[in-house]
């Protein structure tokens, strides 16, 4: 089962009703590839659906997209260090209450948090980027105040040619959208 199907029915199965969990899989993502560590890549979604339930007081739809795009460079951040080309684009929406300007500059910034100390650590949103940029990808967030926020992962899409002819390793770590 691929793996942000297997995250949307961990996220239903946990999350409470009131929540409206959406998937939209692009039907040309289905033989893409991304070398990814799984289980990071599901920590990362499972977070930022943590955050976004979060936001939207456990009622509002999320929304969990997959779409192949093509980055040129001036489509990549300067802070991210990657390449043109083609990727998969994973969003994740919410209709919660938005961020300000502020919130927004300062998101990944290690220990900024907008919930109380307890609730904590202000890690989860670097952790995310750092895993993001670990694999060669970036992240990007749009929010309007009291409309909702998209969180933008863009992972490189494997050569095609090369997962075909590449020998079986099970110690790789690759992903089929």
């Known amino acids: 089962m691929p793996l942000i199907e297997e995250t949307v029915l961990l996220l239903k199965a946990t999350f409470p009703s009131t929540v409206n969990i959406q998937q939209q899989?692009?039907?040309?993502?289905?033989?893409?590839?991304?070398?990814?560590?799984?289980?990071q890549l599901q920590e990362v979604?499972?977070?930022?659906?943590?955050?976004?339930?979060?936001?939207?007081?456990?009622?509002?739809?999320?929304?969990?997209?997959?779409?192949?795009?093509?980055?040129?460079?001036?489509?990549i951040p300067a802070q991210y260090y990657a390449l043109p080309g083609n990727y998969a684009k994973i969003s994740?929406?919410?209709?919660?209450?938005?961020?300000?300007?502020?919130?927004?500059?300062?998101?990944?910034?290690?220990?900024?948090a907008t919930k109380e100390t307890y609730e904590g650590a202000g890690m989860g949103l670097p952790t995310v980027q750092g895993t993001v940029a670990q694999h060669g990808g970036l992240i990007t967030v749009n929010s309007v105040l009291g409309q909702g926020t998209v969180f933008d992962l863009y992972l490189p899409l494997a050569d095609k040619e090369a997962t075909e002819t590449k020998p079986t390793n099970e110690d790789a770590p690759t992903f089929s959208m």
Request: overall charge negative; aromatic content about 4%; proline content about 6%.
């Open 25 to 39: 899989i692009n039907p040309e993502s289905h033989s893409s590839v991304i070398n990814v560590d799984c289980p």
């Open 45 to 75: 979604l499972i977070n930022l659906c943590n955050n976004a339930v979060r936001a939207m007081n456990e009622n509002g739809e999320l929304k969990i997209s997959l779409n192949p795009v093509e980055l040129s460079q001036k489509d």
């Open 92 to 112: 994740v929406q919410d209709t919660g209450c938005g961020m300000t300007t502020e919130m927004l500059d300062k998101s990944f910034d290690p220990f900024y």
